[in-house]
Every structure is written in C-alpha cells, then in structure tokens.
C-alpha cells in the first residue's frame, strides 16, 4: 500500500499552496555627509561627487555649494557597507591629493 489512506487520498488538501516568506528587516541606511572646511578646492570636491558619488556636474556644484554654504551637506543615502566604502573613497582621495576634505557616515 502506498502513501494514500484507505480513501485513496494523499491527506494533503488541494488548493494554492503559500509559501510563507520570513519576515526580513530593511537594512539600516546611511547618509553620507561632505563636511566644510576652508583649504580644499571646490572644484576638487566637484569631482569627488562625479567620481565617488556619480553626481551630473550640475548635482555636484548644487552640493558643492550647499556644504559651503551651509557647513555640511549630504552626498548621498545608503546602505552600511556601501556609505562605509564611499566615506572611505572620498577620505582616501582627499589624502592624496593632500585636502582636508572630511566625510562622514550618519544613520539616517
């Protein structure tokens, strides 16, 4: 005798099987932060934003000016390990290019 009962049914009802899906939580997101100072070149932290944050030159001069304006401004939201690889891009070529830029993460 098979699988089956005795009615020759499987004991499964027909109809749409669900699948259950667990509940998962959004990542966490980050806003990554350019930061004012007086010594590095606008148009350094204009490329930075092209380069690191693939920012039109019109969004990269917009921001460029908001943090110079204002003394700090956000490039950008995203999840933990991508805000973390862009702060340390920016920071990396800063450093290289010997400019205090300073970036930094925020959750949002």
Sequence with gaps: MGPEGDDGKSGFESGTA???RPK???PSLYRVLLLNDDYTPQEFVVLVLQDVFNKSRDDAFQIMMHVHQKGVGECGVYPYEVAETKVT?????ARKNQHPLQCVMEKQ
């Design 89 to 93: 891009r920016v920071m990396d070529t």
């Design 18 to 20: 669900t699948k259950v």
């Design 24 to 26: 998962t939580k959004r």
